[in-house]
């Protein structure tokens, strides 16, 4: 934390300050998974933070940006449930609460660690003995509090393929499953999306499964299927959402998609891979009409990357290899014709593009 202590000099911040979350929990596994850094301080107040340079930006308790680092340093906190849902909570972060007590709220123990300036690791909830194990096992019975813990846990299944869940936090996951439908869909799709960016995904759909919490939000989906085309085709990121086009109808992804709040860009993706995937898989068996017209539905020909990305996510949730469409697409792009008046040239166009495509590619 050196260069962290340097900063801290340059800028007096009030209080004491510890290094927490993720980050911690990254260090202390020898990994470098670029977790962004979160801080607590101890013993701060609103207006001391606020003196010192640092930018309020939270609304429903105090978290600030530092001045140079735009690093998010929070103020120790401890939360009371009022009622239902993830934000069903009242906060309290009075300067007398301690680090401990921060690090109780937390949902996980082997995120309830912290590092102090000096470099002293306060483990009050057997973090370090849980990293140790490879264990995801939850801080305390307030870890039922906010529902939101369900699809954390499930992202951290996808991001630590080799940690296992403790039996006694699966048991709490599933008692969790009536308050699923309080949940914000812009959080559900956080913890989705990146659960699917983890190392692997199909474990995210594995754990919903094994605690009964695939309604409400994952319905409509053969997550178990979705599952296993993940873990056979190793399939990450967009590719890894994408396997959800291929596995289920336009209706069904249209209605995922849209519950989840999933952003347009990728939704276009799913959608359009489970619209024309299998038509793409198929294309050398089509005659040259068929083929332009299946090319026209996916904008192959237009400008963008809308295509290319298509036929890679296509090509990643099957065993089809699609570089003569890429190629023929390449090739029907560069085609021009001359001597037509401009009356003539979108038909005249269309028709060197047939012919194209019956000598080159279906003939």
């Known amino acids: 934390m050196d260069g962290d202590k340097q900063i801290s000099r340059e800028i007096k911040i009030p209080g004491t300050v510890y290094l927490v979350g993720g980050a911690v929990r990254d260090r202390l596994r020898n990994t470098d998974l670029d977790t962004d850094k979160d801080w607590v301080v101890v013993g701060a107040t609103v207006e001391e933070m606020k003196v010192a340079g640092f930018t309020q930006v939270g609304a429903h308790f105090p978290v600030f940006l530092h001045p140079i680092t735009n690093e998010e340093y929070a103020l120790a906190r401890i939360e009371r449930k009022l009622g239902e849902g993830h934000r069903g909570f009242a906060t309290d972060s009075n300067p007398s609460v301690s680090i401990e007590e921060d690090l109780e709220r937390r949902d996980l123990t082997i995120n309830a660690i912290a590092i102090g300036n000096d470099d002293t690791v306060i483990d009050p909830w057997g973090g ?8 995801l096992r939850h801080v305390s019975d307030a870890f039922v509090e906010d529902p939101l813990r369900v699809y954390r846990v499930a992202r951290f299944t996808a991001l630590l393929p080799d940690f296992e869940i ?5 048991a709490l996951m599933a008692r969790m499953r009536g308050e699923l439908t309080t949940l914000p869909a812009e959080r559900v799709w956080v913890e989705f999306a990146k659960a699917m960016r983890g190392l692997t995904p199909n474990r995210f759909f594995e754990t919903l499964n094994e605690v009964g919490a695939v309604d409400p939000w994952f319905s409509d989906l053969a997550t178990l299927s979705v599952a296993g085309l993940i873990r056979e085709r190793w399939l990450r ?4 959402v994408a396997a959800i086009g291929w ?3 336009e209706d069904s992804v249209t209605k995922f998609c849209r519950r989840l709040k999933v952003p347009g860009k990728l939704f276009r993706l799913v959608r359009s891979v489970a619209r024309h995937g299998q038509a793409l898989c198929d294309l050398q068996e089509k005659n040259p009409s068929e083929v332009m017209r299946v090319l026209q539905l996916c904008h192959a020909l237009r400008p963008g990357d809308a295509f290319a990305r298509l036929v890679d996510a296509v090509e990643a949730c099957s065993s089809t290899d699609l570089t003569t469409v ?7 792009k560069q085609l021009r014709v001359e001597n037509v008046s401009s009356e003539q040239y979108g038909r005249e166009l269309q028709l060197r ?8 590619f279906t003939g």
């Open 128 to 135: 370090l003995a849980d990293i140790d194990a490879k264990i």
């Open 247 to 249: 596995l289920h109808d």
């Open 353 to 360: 593009r047939l012919n194209f495509i019956e000598t080159r």
């Open 166 to 170: 403790a039996k006694e936090t699966l």
């Open 326 to 332: 890429r190629d023929l697409v390449q090739q029907l």
């Open 237 to 240: 990121h967009a590719n890894a």
